[in-house]
């Protein structure tokens, strides 16, 4: 009976070691599932106010485009997609946040849309740097009344910004805690987890106003990553709706009306 154990508990750690195993060589397809080393120019015509900006990186170029507002010297919001997007996809969406006297960076990730580099927390963070950067350079952008501003892993990665650059305000989009609470619930140790992407140690960090909204039937960030995200925040606004993770109403009248409320209260 002891032999019978003893082999059965061998199988059990070498079965779990394939599992932690399979978790870290497969972990950046599943946060990064569009990711692809494919390389090409943006293929998504720009509007006119319209600008695409690239800058050199480590991995090698940099990419984002620039919409410029309506306005002269203006608040400017560094927006970060999700992680089955592209900025192509967005680059004539943000017309109520322009209309509000917003420029509005929109930040591509390393290996998405045909940008250079891998995709990691890394090198997103240093492309969302680099072109934050960039930003504040620019002649018409207040740079001290810069907003952050994501969904879902854009959420993560515009926390993530709040590390390194100063943000005036942080929109946080159907965004998860942290990738270690996803390999927890796969009984996974976090010290496997290459790409953390810690949102709640972020908002305990920032001092800045938040804004967090959060489907109560969110399929793949259950709502408790939203609760857990503004109780961690030191001056969160929140609003939860009915609905799962790709069907929010964030171009609807109510969340655009809350955004745009809260982004001017934040840039006064």
Request: aromatic share 10%; hydrophobic share 45%.
């Amino acid at each position: 009976m002891r032999r019978l154990a003893i082999i059965a508990l061998v199988a059990a750690c070498c079965a779990y070691a394939l599992y932690a195993g399979l978790f870290w060589r497969q972990q950046r397809y599943l946060l990064f599932p569009i990711a692809s080393p494919e390389r090409h120019a943006l293929r998504a015509p720009l509007p006119q106010y319209g600008r695409l900006v690239e800058l050199p990186a480590s991995f090698g170029t940099a990419r984002a485009v620039f919409l410029r507002g309506p306005q002269g010297v203006a608040p400017a919001v560094v927006y970060t997609h999700g992680n089955g997007e592209i900025v192509d996809q967005h680059v004539r969406g943000f017309d109520a946040i322009r209309a509000l006297g917003f420029h509005v960076l929109l930040v591509e990730y390393p290996g998405y849309g045909g940008a250079d580099g891998e995709t990691s927390l890394e090198n997103i963070a240093q492309a969302s740097v680099a072109a934050y950067d960039w930003l504040v350079r620019q002649p018409d952008v207040d740079r001290e009344r810069v907003v952050a501003m994501g969904k879902s892993l854009g959420g993560a990665a515009a926390a993530e910004l709040t590390r390194h650059r100063p943000v005036r305000a942080l929109v946080l989009q159907s965004t998860f805690t942290a990738v270690a609470d996803f390999a927890s619930q796969l009984y996974l140790p976090a010290w496997l987890v290459r790409d953390p992407f810690d949102s709640v140690a972020r908002l305990r960090a920032f001092a800045g106003p938040v804004l967090v909204t959060h489907g109560r039937r969110d399929e793949l960030i259950p709502f408790a990553h939203g609760e857990r995200l503004a109780a961690a925040a030191r001056a969160a606004t929140s609003r939860w709706y009915d609905c799962g993770h790709n069907d929010c109403p964030y171009e609807g009248a109510d969340y655009l009306a809350l955004l745009g409320n809260f982004l001017q209260k934040a840039v006064k």
